[in-house]
């Protein structure tokens, strides 16, 4: 199954969603063996229930690759640091956060260690155009899924 193809339909109905106006609900996608796609609607849960959750969801349907869109606000470049500080001080949003971006992402991990993620920034409603990267370690609470105990991430799910 070509994950990438499939991430990229996914966040082709994310981006038309949100060209209309709407918000994009956060939502995973389990991609199972053989090509069937389960959907966790994070929506329904506080975050911090997000990762328990999608684990479940992976040992339960045996996936072998998830993605989950979002919309954030991120902080880049040297204002980056002092983002990261405040979030880990207890800052619930970096929406009122100095020099913030809003995006919309779709963060995918494959269970053979590959990861992708497709970005969007939305600047007065509107979207940019997608930008794409493969990188192998992709930052949030979003990767990890598939890590082996040995290598820093969390446990194989």
Do not use: N, Y
């Amino acid at each position: 199954m070509d994950t990438a193809a499939l991430q990229d339909g996914l966040f082709e109905i994310a981006r038309a969603i949100r060209e209309v106006g709407e918000e994009v609900a956060p939502i995973a996608f389990l991609i199972l063996p053989g090509g069937g796609l389960v959907q966790i609607h994070l929506f329904t849960m506080p975050k911090d229930k997000w990762r328990a959750t999608i684990l479940d969801g992976v040992r339960k349907t045996r996936a072998t690759a998830i993605v989950v869109h979002t919309e954030a606000w991120v902080v880049g470049g040297k204002d980056a640091p002092a983002a990261l500080a405040a979030k880990m001080a207890g800052l619930g949003s970096l929406e009122d956060f100095p020099g913030r971006v809003e995006i919309l992402q779709s963060a995918m991990e494959c269970r053979d260690g590959t990861s992708r993620t497709l970005l969007a920034d939305l600047e007065d409603g509107k979207l940019g155009l997608t930008r794409v990267s493969t990188l192998q370690a992709v930052g949030g609470e979003m990767v990890g899924f598939f890590g082996a105990p040995s290598s820093g991430r969390s446990p194989v799910a």
